[in-house]
């Protein structure tokens, strides 16, 4: 008889297999051992407590905490009766002095403590442009693109620098007082504008990403209140590759990568004229249009040396006409107008100082007759 066909509707039978452990399974031993723990910690508890006591009885002293089991507590002074006065805990919190109301307190439109580096001279100040949304953005935008397009390829201190001379000039009066209209002053030109990226072209590249993120954050940091300190009060500078014959005249402070950073020598340099405070009203942050006229009339703003003397010779008018009154009256000793302002060749087309002047108010015929001598002398003082 063949098994074999008996068998052949009938399935094979599976492998049995199993795997059991072990861990976590406590013996007897083990249950035993675990009755015995608390007894363990009860007499280490006992012996720490019995040993200093054996060592030394006459001293031990169960938890004695300061002078937690006194009866009486010695008042403080200020608690005392005859040794104080209302208000006199206050002089026992601190044997310091007591700083004075006030004290390290400055504007940013006064002169401050000027930080002297021996080999440069003196440092700016932080500048911090907190203002509007508007203000801020349209600042770090011609920040970025001044750091961008004039140091993409230095070090970092290089691109912090070149920020840095920037904000001198918003700090000085010889320049315009926001970061967008010092970067692009000029720029209506073809030739002989502040930065030469904003007239030559370059605008047109477009930035890389990377690198225009960096100067980014170099334009931020400025713009937040950092200082550069290699180039103290620079106002200006040049690439190692050109030799200006302004430069001769001027104080070299540093060289960093390819640049060379450049101070006034005359009273137009000094520390007393940089006022670093921020006032905003940003222009907008792009080049001025194109003027065909604009490279004929020679701009006096745009060269060093002329805009140092016209700034000294502004000084010196200021300093031999006394400021006066409206009626007059001639203003104490000591007292001097402001320096002349210095106008770009933009503001000058428009009209330069006058359009500042409040020559446009009402006359006196549109006044009411007996409101005309409003605001004069009764009678002249003194007399």
Request: net charge neutral; aromatic share 8%; glycine share 8%.
């Amino acid at each position: 008889m063949d098994l074999s066909h008996a068998f052949a509707l009938e399935s094979r039978p599976r492998d049995f297999s199993a795997r059991l452990s072990r861990r976590g399974q406590r013996t007897v031993g083990q249950r035993q051992r675990r009755r015995h723990y608390g007894r363990r910690a009860l007499l280490l508890v006992a012996a720490a407590l019995a040993v200093p006591a054996l060592a030394a009885p006459d001293a031990w002293q169960a938890f004695a905490i300061g002078n937690a089991g006194q009866s009486e507590v010695e008042p403080m002074p200020f608690e005392r009766t005859g040794d104080s006065f209302p208000g006199s805990a206050f002089y026992y919190l601190t044997t310091d002095p007591l700083p004075q109301i006030g004290e390290g307190i400055i504007s940013d439109t006064d002169a401050a403590p000027t930080v002297v580096d021996p080999s440069i001279g003196p440092l700016a100040r932080a500048i911090r442009i907190d203002n509007s949304g508007v203000d801020r953005t349209r600042a770090l935008e011609c920040l970025t693109a001044a750091v961008y397009y004039e140091a993409a390829s230095e070090p970092d201190q290089g691109q912090r620098a070149v920020a840095q001379v920037i904000l001198n000039r918003v700090a000085h009066p010889s320049f315009p007082n926001t970061v967008c209209g010092v970067v692009y002053q000029g720029s209506e030109r073809t030739t002989g504008c502040q930065f030469s990226f904003t007239c030559d072209g370059s605008l047109a590249r477009v930035p890389s990403r990377f690198f225009w993120q960096r100067a980014m954050g170099v334009a931020q940091a400025a713009l937040s209140g950092y200082v550069e300190p290699s180039v103290g009060l620079a106002t200006h500078y040049h690439t190692i590759a050109v030799h200006p014959a302004w430069d001769r005249d001027m104080n070299h402070l540093r060289t960093i990568g390819a640049h060379m950073f450049f101070r006034w020598k005359s009273r137009a340099g000094d520390a007393s004229n940089f006022r670093f405070a921020y006032f905003g009203n940003e222009p907008v942050a792009a080049p001025h249009r194109k003027d065909p006229n604009a490279d004929r009339i020679a701009d006096p703003s745009l060269d060093p040396l002329a805009l140092a003397r016209a700034f000294e010779a502004g000084l010196k008018s200021s300093a031999a006409t006394p400021a006066a009154l409206d009626g007059g009256d001639s203003v104490g000793a000591g007292t001097r107008s402001a320096p002349a302002p210095a106008y770009s060749s933009e503001v000058q087309s428009r009209g330069g100082d006058s359009q500042y002047r409040a020559d446009k108010l009402p006359q006196s015929q549109q006044v009411r007759p007996e409101y005309e001598n409003s605001g004069r002398w009764i009678a002249q003082p003194g007399t």
